[in-house]
């Protein structure tokens, strides 16, 4: 049995880019199976309704299936889009295709009809057809996806919405996007999201719909695909386009740090204006909700300073001075003369304010710190 390896660039991915599926804008005109709600489980093996081609797929469909995190809502309505060139999307077995891409373009050409419908899903021209075929890779889905299938029937493609397997072979495009299913030789396009969708067919012991995945076109085209190999356990690169002659080994992906959500950044607090020039009995004016206080030398003697909101601890008037009626023969450490006021009224000009600093230099030019 392959051993079952875990995908944390994938994981971290599809946490990431959790979005709602929308329909396609440039859907060509959905029949049977697009919006009446029944989405067709579909295991590695099975052909589905109305096959192209007979199969194309190798025998051996173990990819090694990764596994995703739980995660609310509805299945349908929260599907995680990841990209087509996360490293480990896909698996595989090194030097070995998952599809035989040159019986796919014979299958086709010997059926004009086939052919031509099978353009027209794709929007190519039915001539072009072999050449597009040879320009995808062939890997193994590691993880449930959710696509448009369609198959051939009456002379026409059909459509309707499917779950692929893990382990389901396919022909991806340069966008790492899944486009053709090789078991059925049918063309892949993006998924329609349904309303109420309702599953048909026998899921698989390991289906969980929580752990389904829709493959995102990447934003650069993918010139090499990094590939789980789970019967060697271990990584291989295999280039755009190529069918496994030149793989190379290669090493895992590194571990990326989980995505974690940040707290919002703490607000700085603004640090206090500096003090302002006031005459009188004049009030500073508030800067961004913040009074400013006086500069200590434009105070009035009798004007009440009020309490600077520095933690610098600064004298106020709140508390008054000595009362002039406080008896002289009042006990205190340095009594004055009997003919000597005990007050401490200040004189008409103090030659300190209460920002003076040792030296007797004024602080009033050095705003206060936070």
Known sequence: MPKVA???????????????????????????????GEVFLQNTSASGPDPFTASTARTDSASGAASLPPRTGTAEAATPRVSGSTPGLYGGTRAVASCDVEQQVRYLAAEPAKNAAF??????????????????????????????????????????????QAGTAVLVDGRGVPRVRCACGNPLTEPVAQPKPRTVGTPWPSYNASQV????????????????????????????????????????????????????????????????????????????????????ATLSPTATTPTPTTPTPTPTTDSPPPSPETPADTPTDNPPPDDTPSDNTPPESPPDGPGTTTGGAPAENTPSGP
Do not use: I, M
């Open 213 to 296: 995945v829709v493959v995102a076109p990447s934003v650069k085209v993918v010139d090499v695909f990094v590939v789980y190999d789970p019967d060697q356990d271990a990584w291989f690169a295999r280039k755009h386009g190529d069918t496994g002659r030149h793989d190379k080994p290669t090493p895992p992906p590194p571990r990326p740090t989980p995505t974690t959500t940040s707290p919002s950044p703490s607000v700085t607090p603004t640090s206090p204006p500096p003090c302002v020039t006031v005459t009188g009995d004049e009030t500073p004016t508030p800067v961004d909700g913040v009074t400013p206080s006086p500069c200590p």
């Open 119 to 164: 353009a027209k899903v794709l929007d190519l021209k039915a001539n072009a057809v072999p050449g597009y075929l040879r320009s995808l890779t062939p890997l193994q889905l590691r993880v449930d996806t959710r696509v448009t299938n369609h198959g051939f029937k009456d002379g026409a493609a059909t459509t309707y919405q499917s779950v692929l």
């Open 6 to 36: 875990s995908l944390t660039a994938l994981v971290v991915a599809a946490a990431a880019l959790t979005v709602v599926l929308v329909g396609r804008s440039d859907d060509k005109g959905d029949t049977a199976g697009s919006g009446g």
